[in-house]
Structure formats: structure tokens, C-alpha cells
């Protein structure tokens, strides 16, 4: 229930089902992946992967999803399959804020009858999205900085510009006012 868990789109093809025993043997696919493949139709088309042992393992492409953004969202969308495996010891779950403490708690404990030997961590998707783009944030707190810092530096070399201007101007001005020059006559 991954693909429907996390809202995504199948837009050909079907998902994977209970009521499939082949389905240990197919994968799904994104859009680009479809597209590098050069399949116009790849349902029923296979792809091959290597195992560990050197020998290569044949899927059947029995859906394809739509794109959707996996990595940063400064990243192109890449090719990607989803297929049945063993447990990784994760599980994905879409709640609803309300009581969420209880929700976990919940959670937790049929996690411990589950898996009484691993330990219960989580996360919100949230939380990783944030993290994930933290690094970004920091880097745009410290271009805007230097570019202050860049400004206020221009500032002080117009204003120091303009002070050794007008003390070069100020000779200038005093030998004019000496020989008679007006006011108005000097400011122009």
C-alpha cells in the first residue's frame, strides 16, 4: 500500500495485489524510467537486475507512476522501480494530527509484539523534508550576510569617495572665495 499511502498517481498498469503471487517478480515504474527504456507500452515488458551471486534477476513491469519529485526538488525527477522485498523493518503510515501521542503510543506497542527485538524509532516526513533543505536555508542566510556585508563595505568606499573629494575641493574653494568668486558661482 506504499503507492496509495503516499498519494501517488498510476497511470497505467495496475499496483501490486494480494490477489498476484507474481507480483514477488514484477516492479513498478516512474514515467522517466519508461521513457529511458524507449518502452511506448512497457507493461509486460521485463527489466533485469544483478544479484550479489552474478546472476541477473528478470522483472515484469506490471505499472508505471507518475513522476513525482523523490530527492531535492533542485533535481531533475530520475528513474526509479518499486518492487516487493524483504522487510527493511520500516513502515510508513499516513495519520491525521489528532491525538497523534496516543496514535504512536499505539503504534509502539503493536511494534513490540510485531518485533520485540528491534527498537521503535520514527520520524514525520515533515521533519526530513526540513532537514533536507536546512542546508539550503543556512546557505541563503549566509549569501544574504555577505551581501549586506558587501553593501555596507560599498558604502563606506562611496563615502570615503566623497570625503576625499570634497577635501581636495576644499583648497579649491578657498582660493576661489580669495579671489572673489560669489557663492553661486563656487557650488556650480
Known sequence: DYIKTLGMNIVAGRNFSHDFGSDSSAVII????AKILGYPNPIGQKVYQSQDNGKTMPFTIIGVVKDFNFESLHQNVGPLCFSLGGGTGLGIF??????LQSLIAGIQNKWKTMAPGLPFNYRFLNESFDEMYRAEQRAGTIA???????IFIA????????????????NEIG???VLGASVTSVTK
Open 144 to 150: 544574504l550576510i555577505f551581501s549586506v556585508l558587501a
Open 175 to 177: 582660493i576661489r572665495k
Open 94 to 99: 499516513k495519520v491525521h494530527s489528532a491525538n
Open 155 to 170: 558604502c563606506l568606499g562611496l563615502f570615503g569617495l566623497a570625503t576625499f573629494i570634497a577635501k581636495q575641493r576644499t
Open 30 to 33: 516512474n514515467q522517466t524510467t
